[in-house]
T-cell receptor, first 117, second 116 residues
Framework: DVKVTQSSRYLVKRTGEKVFLECVQD?????MFWYRQDPGLGLRLIYF???????EKGDIPEGYSVSREKKERFSLILESASTNQTSMYLC????????????????FGAGSRLTVL | AQKITQTQPGMFVQEKEAVTLDCTYD???????LFWYKQPSSGEMIFLIY????DQQNATEGRYSLNFQKARKSANLVISASQLGDSAMYFC?????????????WGAGTKLIIKP
């Protein structure tokens, strides 16, 4: 019954390394999101994608890029990891449904906890 | 200014007691929606309940209900008869407007611990 899968639960990387975080959803959702979660700050949106090959910057895109070549897959890329990117990263997807019912809610993956040394 | 405020960073509650988690919001858009999510220690965010600004009745989903007070701009989550498995982080979030490609605005969360 897995719906949104994040490839890595825990990663430890060195400063300057290139990091790929992969997210796959099996619900045929149009929208996909990458969030960063830090204690006391809630969730902050990094990037989102409305559809294949489309991407939009969120609130904190600096230091990140994304790729969406297929509808089911949305990748987050840290070109050169830094210690201030140590965080929990959450991927989510959402279909298009009636707003009034709240039916098009976000479905999240289990998260990827990244530590940059 | 914070658009979503959760004033309780942490709460301890005795098992079987009811719990109220506070959420206040700020928007000038007449059309909005409020969401509550639960995040257990496993990390996955789980959708609990939704309330639309035009909904006449307070939303309920099993043991979860939303105490929606529009004039006070509050949307508190009420958990009846708490269980040990309710221990988790709880997040309130809001969407503004009617764009189906909406973005959510998140609160900082409340950590709830249920004591046996």
């Amino acid at each position: 019954d897995v719906k949104v899968t994040q490839s890595s639960r825990y990663l430890v990387k060195r400063t300057g390394e290139k990091v790929f975080l992969e997210c796959v959803q099996d619900m045929d959702h149009e929208n996909m999101f990458w969030y960063r979660q830090d204690p006391g700050l809630g969730l902050r949106l990094i990037y989102f994608s409305y559809d294949v090959k489309m991407k939009e910057k969120g609130d904190i895109p600096e230091g990140y890029s994304v790729s969406r070549e297929k509808k089911e897959r949305f990748s987050l890329i840290l070109e050169s990891a830094s210690t201030n990117q140590t965080s929990m990263y959450l991927c989510a997807s959402r279909g298009l449904g009636r707003l009034s019912s709240g039916a098009n809610v976000l479905t999240f993956g289990a998260g990827s906890r990244l530590t940059v040394l | 200014a914070q658009k979503i405020t959760q004033t309780q960073p942490g709460m301890f509650v005795q098992e079987k007691e009811a719990v109220t988690l506070d959420c206040t919001y700020d928007t000038s858009d007449p059309s909005y929606g409020l969401f509550w999510y639960k995040q257990p220690s496993s990390g996955e965010m789980i959708f609990l309940i939704y309330q639309g600004s035009y909904d006449q009745q307070n939303a309920t989903e099993g043991r979860y209900s939303l105490n929606f007070q529009k004039a006070r701009k509050s949307a508190n989550l009420v958990i009846s008869a708490s269980q040990l498995g309710d221990s988790a982080m709880y997040f309130c979030a809001m969407r503004e407007g009617m764009d189906s490609n909406y973005q959510l605005i998140w609160g900082a969360g409340t950590k709830l611990i249920i004591k046996p």
